[in-house]
C-alpha cells in the first residue's frame, strides 16, 4: 500500500464525515469497486503510463461524472493522475475501517453449509449485537466442508457451533480414549 494512497483515503473519510455525507461515500465506493472488478480491463487502462494523465481522468469524468459524489470522483482522479489505482481496494476498506469505528459497527463473518435466509441474518444481527452492544456488518460465507450449524467470527472471536466441529470433537475423544 502506498502511503499518499493511504493518505488520500484517511484526508477523504475526514471530509465526507465532517459533511455528514461518509455513509454515502461508503456505499459508493462499493458500487466503484463492483464496477472495477466487473470491468477489470478498464482499471488497467486508468493505470496505463502511455495514456495522458489528463485523458486518464478524463475516462474517469466520462464514466461517473454526475453518478457518484464529486469527493469521490476527485479521489479517483488523484489516484490515476499519481499512479495509485491499484490502490483502490485497499483505499475502501481503510476509509470502510474507519466508518465502522466511528459509528460503532463491527464486521462479522458466518459461515454456513447453505446460505441464510435474511431473516436469519437479522436474527442473528440482532443476537450479536446483544453479545457485543455493537452493530455488526455481517457477511454470509458458505463453505459444505461445515456440514450444519455456524461459525461464528467478528472482533477476533471465533464461535463454533457447526457439526463439522462437533464431529471432530467426537473424533478427538474416541481417539484418545484408544489410545
Do not use: W
Amino acid at each position: 500500500m502506498n502511503r499518499a494512497a493511504k493518505n488520500y483515503a484517511d484526508a477523504l473519510f475526514e471530509v465526507a464525515y465532517e459533511e455528514e455525507i461518509d455513509d454515502l461515500l461508503l456505499n459508493q465506493f462499493s458500487d466503484v469497486r463492483r464496477l472495477f472488478d466487473e470491468n477489470p480491463d478498464y482499471v488497467k487502462l486508468l493505470y496505463a503510463p502511455n495514456i495522458a494523465k489528463a485523458e486518464r481522468t478524463a475516462l474517469l469524468d466520462e464514466a461517473l461524472s454526475g453518478r457518484i459524489h464529486p469527493y469521490l470522483l476527485n479521489f479517483l482522479k488523484l489516484l490515476c493522475e499519481n499512479g495509485y489505482m491499484y490502490d483502490y481496494g485497499y483505499c475502501e476498506t481503510r476509509y470502510r475501517t474507519y466508518y465502522n469505528t466511528i459509528h460503532g459497527i463491527i464486521a462479522g463473518v458466518a459461515i454456513t453449509a447453505v446460505p441464510l435466509k435474511p431473516e436469519q441474518m437479522e436474527k442473528l444481527r440482532a443476537r450479536l449485537y446483544q453479545i457485543s452492544g455493537k452493530t455488526v456488518d455481517l457477511i454470509n460465507r458458505v463453505d459444505p466442508s461445515v456440514l450444519g450449524g455456524i461459525r461464528l467470527k467478528y472482533e477476533g472471536v471465533e464461535l463454533d457451533g457447526t457439526v463439522r466441529q462437533r464431529l471432530d470433537g467426537i473424533e478427538k475423544t474416541l481417539l484418545d480414549a484408544v489410545l
